[in-house]
């Protein structure tokens, strides 16, 4: 098997949700704003650090001020803060995976340091041969060419996509590979366009096998 399966990040491998919004609050504080719940913060992933500051800002009716992207960006709570956590049975399904011969890449919007960073975290980054961020090349998603370039640090070759944003279809349908959508990840079911769904990680590994 000469096989690549290309993860998003946010929503899909890593449930992050709860420390983007440490991280966006802490803006919106230091600019007399209120807090965003959870709720108005998950529709807000999928697009990248600074489309998420401004959409944070714009949900209170400001324009981010100058500065503030920077800070979001290089808030700690964006590396893995305490309330990050692995989605349940991703590692096992990395590791078999990996024990069928599949190489791993991760393909997400969110700039190459701070996922680097908080994959290691969790002790899987040297799973994964690629990992192109949202400032890795000219591109991000949903533009294939994002999904292209991370793929060919990888090694290239067939490949799938599993991802749970719109954004990651696309990228998939544009590179003329295979999606699979999260089902448990942040994005709506209708982001699924006319891709498989994948209920839970479990359900995962056997659809790879069937594509």
Request: glycine share 12%; hydrophobic share 50%.
């Amino acid at each position: 098997m000469n096989r690549l399966a290309v993860f998003d990040l946010d929503g899909t491998l890593l449930d992050t949700a709860p420390d983007i919004r440490v991280a966006a609050n802490r803006q919106l504080a230091l600019h007399g704003l209120a807090p965003l719940t959870l709720a108005e913060v998950i529709p807000m992933i999928g697009d990248g650090a600074r489309v998420l500051c401004e959409r944070a800002f714009a949900a209170r009716g400001r324009e981010a001020p100058p500065g503030a992207v920077e800070g979001f960006i290089a808030d700690p709570d964006l590396e893995g803060g305490p309330l990050t956590q692995l989605f349940p049975g991703i590692t096992a399904l990395l590791e078999a995976l990996l024990a069928e011969g599949w190489r791993l890449a991760v393909c997400t919007n969110k700039p190459v340091i701070p996922a680097r960073a908080v994959l290691a975290h969790f002790g899987v980054a040297e799973k994964f041969r690629a990992i192109g961020g949202g400032d890795s090349f000219p591109t991000r998603k949903p533009d294939p060419a994002h999904l292209l370039a991370t793929m060919g640090l990888a090694g290239g070759g067939r490949a799938v996509m599993l991802g749970d944003h719109a954004n990651d279809m696309l990228a998939a349908r544009g590179a003329g590979i295979p999606g699979i959508f999260a089902g448990w990840g942040y994005g709506a079911p209708h982001m699924a366009l006319d891709n498989p769904v994948a209920a839970d990680v479990a359900a995962v590994h056997a659809m790879l096998r069937n594509i």
